[in-house]
């Protein structure tokens, strides 16, 4: 069975840094595609960060680009999300997810096939 469990969410100020992890399991870490998604209530879930662990490779959405990173622990299959700078309209629940693509990433989330439960992050001003 696939499980994804999102941790380190919670609330800041902003310009405060939070650091979001998510612990892989049921699946095969190798060569996967695997992303961060946010989403408030009434809107779509966005895609904020992807990264295709066999390469490295990553991409992210313009919004948070040279405020999030986006990394990987292989061996223990861990995925993070460092955000730094962060804005209220970062204010959202948060996903990490993996897709069953067999090269690259996407921030597309109809390309992701498993969801973890998601974590909080509130930004105050």
């Known amino acids: 069975q696939v499980q994804l469990v999102e941790s380190g969410g919670g609330s800041v100020q902003a310009g405060g840094s939070l650091r979001l992890s998510c612990v892989l399991s049921g699946y095969n870490y190798r060569s996967i595609c695997m992303g961060w998604f946010r989403q408030v209530p009434g809107k779509e879930r966005e895609g904020v960060a992807a990264?295709?662990?066999?390469?490295?490779?990553?991409r992210y959405i313009d919004a948070v680009k040279g405020r999030f990173t986006i990394s990987q622990d292989e061996t223990k299959k861990r995925l993070y999300l460092e955000m730094t700078s962060l804005k209220p309209e970062d204010t959202a629940m948060y996903y990490c997810?993996?897709?069953?693509?067999?090269?690259?990433?996407?921030?597309?989330?109809?390309?992701?096939?498993?969801w973890g439960q998601g974590a909080q992050v509130t930004v105050s001003s």
């Open positions: 990264i295709y662990t066999g390469s490295g490779s990553t």
């Open positions: 997810a993996v897709s069953h693509m067999s090269s690259g990433s996407s921030l597309d989330p109809t390309a992701y096939n498993y």
